[in-house]
């Protein structure tokens, strides 16, 4: 009789099912974090993705395909600062503007949005065009709260860095009082007594009658 075979076992994996999930990682580093699609940014970048692929879609399928370029090129720029915001690419690539690029893509997409909306709306009839234009609002829209919200960010950090400063320049001035203070003896916020001039007449003895200041005489007779 033969021997029994081993059991195999259990926590024995073959070596073709370890590399799928030895990959599972490095495929989930590339997605966006959770907390970031929660996030008000997140949701703004996925609305504005979304609404650019549909538009782009309607335009392709209508008979003003004249105007799909605009939307393809925002998805794909929308699509860009989602990974980009995503991965935290700001921090790491501190030398381009990022605020400022965001902020300019969002104008124009606002405003070429509204334009080919509006044009689409009123010179095409078919059903694709309308749709297209529907969809073009809707991104008017996000696209100008994105904008809106970025500006405001902008000026708070603006005056956060003027109040910085003037509060640094308060503080400068203080110290430069308190040493001018200490090496002079006196106690700070001192302030020395005005001098008032004042007028002294002498009589000659030389010349009667005679009255003299600062070394300028006059007799009289």
């Known amino acids: 009789m033969w021997p029994p075979d081993p059991e195999p ?11 799928p999930r030895a ?42 395909s004249a105007f799909l370029t605009a939307p393809l090129l925002e998805f794909l720029l929308a699509l860009c600062f989602l990974f980009a915001d995503a991965m935290q690419l700001n921090d790491k690539w501190q030398g381009l503007c990022w605020p400022m690029m965001d902020f300019l893509r969002c104008v124009t997409a606002a405003l070429i949005y509204f334009a080919i909306s509006i044009t689409a709306v009123a010179k095409y009839s078919d059903g694709a065009s309308k749709a297209a234009g ?75 009658g005679s009255l003299s200041h600062a070394g300028l005489r006059s007799c009289t007779f």
């Open 134 to 208: 529907v969809f073009g609002f809707f991104a008017t829209i996000v696209f100008a709260i994105d904008f809106y919200l970025i500006f405001n960010d902008v000026a708070k950090f603006l005056k956060q860095g003027d109040s910085a400063d003037e509060t640094t320049a308060d503080k400068a001035e203080d110290t430069t009082h308190s040493a001018i203070s200490c090496g002079s003896g006196l106690s700070p916020g001192f302030q020395p007594p005005k001098r008032i001039p004042t007028l002294t007449l002498t009589e000659d003895p030389t010349c009667p």
């Open 9 to 19: 076992d259990p926590d024995r994996e073959p070596a073709g099912r370890s590399q």
């Open 23 to 64: 990959a599972l990682p490095g495929l989930r580093a590339l997605l966006p974090a959770r907390a970031f699609l929660c996030s008000l940014k997140g949701r703004l970048l996925l609305a504005e993705t979304g609404l650019s692929f549909i538009t782009f879609v309607c335009y392709v399928a209508s008979s003003a």
